[in-house]
C-alpha cells in the first residue's frame, strides 16, 4: 500500500514536467488542441529554432551564466570565509553579528526592493552588469550553512596546524576548508540555483533587455513579446532550456549531499 502511495505522489510530482517536455515538441495547434497529452503529434524542433531565432535567447543564456558563474564563485568564497570567522574566532560583537545574520535570513525579500533600487541607485550603478551581481555576491543562508558545518570540524585538526606554524588564513584555506567539501559543494548547488532562477532582483537592477538574465527574458516571453495566441511550445520550450542547466547541476553533485559531514576529520 505504501509503495502504491508513492507511485501515486511520484506520477503527480513528475507529470507536470512530462506533460512541459510534450509541449516543447508539439506544434501550436496540437499543443492548443491537446495541452496535457503526453505525446507531440507530430513532434518538432520548430519551438526551439523560434525561441533562438526570434527571441533574445542567447542574450539571455549569456547573462544568466555571467551572473551565475560570478555570484557562485562569490558567495562560496564570502560565505566561507564569514562562516568560518562567526565559528572559530573570539570577537566582542560576534554573538550579535550571527544574530544579524539569522534576522537577515528572516527578512521577505520583496521588503528590500524599494530600499535595493535606491542604493544602485544611489551608487550609480543601476542598469548594469555590477547591479545584477553585487546585491547577490553573498547570502546569509550560505553563512549560516558553513558556519554550523565549520563548528562540526574538530578543533584538534586546526591546532595541530598551529603547532606547525600555520596563522589563521593558512588554517582556513589548507585545512579546513578541504575538509568542507560536502558543504562547499552543497553551497554551490543552493548559490548556482538561486541566482540561476534569480527574477525579483532583476525587475529593480535592470531595465536594458540588453542585460536581462533568463528568469527575467522568459517573464518578458510570456507577457505577449512576440504577440497573440497560446504560444504554448514556444514558452515551454525556453522553460525547459532554462531547467536544464540547474538539473544537471543537480544529478552531477547530488550524492555529496548524503556523505557524512565529518568525512575526513580525525578520528579516534
Known sequence: MRRIVLIVFSVV?????????????KTDPDAAANPLSPIPHPATLSAFERVFMDTGM???????????????LGRVLLDSMAG?????LRFRGRAGLFATVIAVMAVPGVVLFIPKF?????LQIYNSYLALILPLIADAAGV???????????????????????GTFRVFWSVVLPMSR??????TILSFQGSWNEFPHT????????????????ADLVSGSLGGGTQFPLKLGAALLATIPVALIFMVFQRHFIRDPNQGAEKG
Open 203 to 218: 525587475l529593480v537592477a535592470v531595465q536594458d533587455p540588453s542585460l536581462f538574465t533568463l528568469p527575467r527574458g522568459l
Open 182 to 187: 560536502p558543504a562547499l559543494i552543497t553551497l
Open 58 to 72: 542567447p542574450v539571455w543564456l549569456a547573462n544568466s551564466l555571467l551572473v551565475t558563474v560570478v555570484v557562485t
Open 84 to 88: 568560518y570567522a562567526l565559528a572559530r
Open 118 to 122: 535606491l542604493v544602485l541607485n544611489q
Open 144 to 166: 549560516f550553512i558553513m558556519k554550523q558545518f565549520f563548528e562540526s570540524v574538530p578543533p584538534g585538526v586546526e591546532e595541530a596546524a598551529r603547532i606547525d606554524g600555520a
Open 13 to 25: 510530482f513528475i507529470y507536470p514536467f512530462v506533460i512541459q517536455i510534450a509541449n516543447a515538441f
